[in-house]
């Protein structure tokens, strides 16, 4: 399987003058966990991942003043669309880092996440009657995050409450 057949190729893109509060509000209505950032004046292009909203946030600072351009990624490595997932999983573990820019003739044509190969490459069980697969579980309103939604696992069974 390729890059091209997991990654999103609806991208976020956010201006390194936006703050990291409002990065982080497109980031959280568009449920993505990294935005491309556009930079023509400085580094071209970059990324900030919830990463580094997280620490920045973390160091106590404000983010309604701290700006995208002083906290995104400018050391960024890019994939082909045409690259394995393997490869792709392999250059991410090797950098540290979990999201991939995509990248087509000077053009980004997407971005690729650990979660997008996961996703791709994670077995589906068929279920017990033969039946069709089952959705996914989707986790609801009213829901928080690091809370399970209804009929998750968790507890005994799981390793620190996950179920792998």
């Not at 190729?9 to 449920?31: D, E, K």
């Not at 973390?58 to 995104?72: I, K, M, Q, S």
């Not at 490595?77 to 999983?89: C, G, H, K, Q």
Request: contains cysteine; proline residues 7%.
């Amino acid at each position: 399987m390729l890059v091209k057949d997991g990654m999103s190729q609806v991208v976020l893109s956010v201006g390194p003058a936006h703050t990291l509060r409002q990065a982080a509000r497109m980031m959280a209505v568009q449920r993505v966990g990294a935005a491309v950032v556009y930079d023509t004046d400085r580094s071209g292009i970059g990324i900030l991942t919830e990463r580094d909203i997280l620490n920045a946030v973390g160091a106590n600072r404000n983010p309604d003043t701290e700006l995208v351009c002083d906290h995104r990624t400018t050391d960024v490595v890019f994939a082909s669309p045409d690259w394995s997932l393997e490869r792709a999983a392999e250059t991410m573990v090797s950098g540290g880092f979990r999201h991939l820019i995509v990248v087509e003739g000077g053009e980004v044509t997407g971005l690729l996440s650990m979660r997008d190969i996961v996703r791709c490459l994670a077995p589906r069980p068929a279920p017990p009657d033969g039946g069709p697969l089952a959705e996914p579980a989707v986790v609801t309103a009213g829901s928080h995050a690091g809370e399970p939604s209804p009929g998750a696992r968790t507890g005994a069974g799981t390793s620190q409450g996950r179920p792998w």
